[in-house]
């Protein structure tokens, strides 16, 4: 509307003006080289701005004609940069679509079109990675390396050529001068802080870490800090306790939930007589995650206590969280020596149905110290080998007997405190095959991976009635594997029956007297 209105407006002034000259005629006089030209003024004026005008569109011409050349030279170039710029789109989609033919052929089309393009050197090491030329790929990773827009994807390049050809040095030199020219770049980060964490060069690794906090979760941040200053505490405990201490004590400060940390914490307060100090970061810890490192270092907080001493601290310890197996260890291996079996007996009572290998070893134990009966002892040790496993320190797939900041595969904080067979599902013994007779045996996979008595695996509900056992092998509810078999898409599987031989079918149906069907069983 505001435009309308200002077109009118102008259309009306510029009417106004020729109506204003219309109405105040004049004459103009030109002589020159013996001519005279008279005409009026509004035809001088239509002739002024008509050669204004034929000046103007003249100049365009001239114009037009010398820029020409390179007017010529753009479009030459720019139907070459669609060109490089098509080849592109072609050759990255091949790579995507696994295409080495249509890659390569691009990459090569690309690379005469548009050489100096980021994305042709991309596309050239993606066909070089493709077609396994390793060497192709690491020169343009490195070209890209020495410009300044694609410095960081040539270091990226370069570190993932390094780790396939398993160089760890220039992995590693290229993942310091990726970290130092981004700091905020979390591979290049963290690739840093591993191999740091792997030379078990804490400082250092304490020093890569602040570079990542801004790519860094705060817990994360939190976390990894927490574990990399336990890990120089316990570096330092042989040689400064003073520092072991103040790195520990603001280790539990970030992460109190770190087992590692608070124990050693509560250990190195206990022998400075900080006692209560270290009694409440340990109580803290036990509430949060019960574990045995806790309780050994609440145990010994004071030293020169009474065991029967000691034994009151650990019930008062485990009624903070009660009904955790951990606390009921604790208070029993306590009770036992302070010699209080009937306590240690009671503590364990609730986990006697079903016991762990720890609770069957306590037991034996207690066996032994109380009345001295080998006979239960070794009952006891026999329920050990067969229990259920207790929580470990595991990491990928390693058990260790104390915890470690890094992993076997260098992950930091990897070791987790639980049972080694959680991540594939196993809680307790599963069987293989059907049970045969008692006086034969078969394999089981458990924790203990041994070979047991079938009589001492038989459950309740197998026992209940001979009618019951009897019933055929083929109506027994199938037992899953321990691990799943993984096959090919185009392999049948070992389960698809191609491979096996032939069965004939039966020329008389299956007897169906109930002693014959009892005998087929131990065929």
């Known amino acids: 509307m505001i435009r309308v209105i200002l077109f009118l407006v102008s259309v009306a002034i510029i009417a106004a003006g020729f109506v204003w000259v219309a109405d105040r005629p004049g004459d103009v006089a030109i002589t020159w080289m013996g001519y005279r030209i008279e005409t009026s003024l509004m035809v001088a004026a239509l002739a002024v701005a008509a050669l204004i005008l034929f000046a103007i569109l003249l100049w365009s011409v001239l114009r037009g004609i010398l820029r020409s050349p390179e007017q010529v030279s753009l479009f030459f170039r720019h139907r070459r940069a669609m060109k490089g710029y098509l080849a592109i789109s072609r050759g990255l989609i091949a790579v995507g679509a696994g295409d080495l033919r249509i890659a390569h052929k691009a990459a090569n089309e690309a690379a005469r079109l548009s050489a100096g393009d980021p994305l042709t050197l991309l596309l050239s090491a993606q066909s070089a990675q493709m077609a396994g030329d390793r060497a192709a790929a690491e020169r343009a990773f490195r070209a890209m390396a020495e410009r300044d827009d694609t410095k960081l994807l040539g270091l990226r390049g370069l570190y993932i ?11 590693r030199l290229v993942a310091e001068q990726a970290a130092k020219a981004a700091p905020a770049l979390a591979w290049a980060g963290q690739a840093v802080l591993d191999y740091r964490c792997a030379a078990a060069d804490w400082a250092d690794a304490l020093s890569a870490l602040e570079h990542m906090k801004g790519a860094l979760e705060k817990a994360d941040y939190r976390r990894k800090r927490a574990v990399l200053l336990t890990a120089r505490a316990l570096a330092l405990e042989d040689i400064d306790r003073d520092a072991a201490r103040a790195l520990v004590l603001e280790a539990v400060k970030l992460a109190p939930d770190l087992v590692p940390a608070a124990a050693l914490a509560g250990r190195r307060l206990a022998e400075s007589g900080e006692h209560r100090k270290a009694r409440k970061i340990l109580e803290a810890a036990w509430t949060i995650n019960p574990h045995p490192d806790i309780a050994e270092a609440y145990a010994n907080l004071r030293f020169g206590d009474s065991a029967r001493e000691r034994l009151a601290r650990m019930q008062k310890l485990a009624d903070k969280v009660p009904g955790q197996l951990e606390g009921a260890l604790a208070v029993a291996r306590a009770a036992l020596d302070a010699r209080e079996f009937r306590i240690a007996r009671t503590a364990l009572a609730p986990y ?55 992993s076997p595969n260098g992950r930091l904080d990897g070791f987790e405190w639980k049972l080694p067979l959680a991540e594939i599902g196993v809680s307790r013994p599963v069987i293989e095959v059907v049970p045969p007779p008692a006086a034969e045996s078969v394999k089981v996979s458990g924790p203990d991976l041994k070979t047991q008595p079938a009589a001492e695996l038989q459950t309740k509900p197998a026992r209940k009635s001979a009618k019951s056992a009897a019933k055929p092998a083929a109506k027994a509810k199938p037992v899953e594997p321990v691990i799943p078999l993984v096959h090919a898409p185009d392999d049948p599987g070992p389960d698809s029956g191609l491979d096996a031989d032939p069965v004939p079918e039966p020329s008389s149906p299956p007897a169906r007297d109930t002693w014959q069907r009892i005998m087929q069983l131990f065929r």
């Not at 050529?161 to 992995?171: G, K, L, S």
């Not at 290998?357 to 080998?374: F, L």
């Not at 929580?391 to 104390?402: E, I, K, N």
């Open 352 to 406: 006697l149905s079903a016991p762990t290998r720890r609770v069957a070893t306590v037991m034996a134990e207690i066996e032994e110290s109380e009345h001295g009966d080998e006979g239960r002892v070794r009952e006891w040790m026999g329920r050990a080998m067969r229990s259920a496993g207790d929580p470990v320190w595991t990491a990928d797939g390693v058990v260790s007997d104390r915890w470690m900041p890094v």
């Open 161 to 171: 050529e390094a780790q396939r050809r398993d160089d760890a040095q220039a992995a």
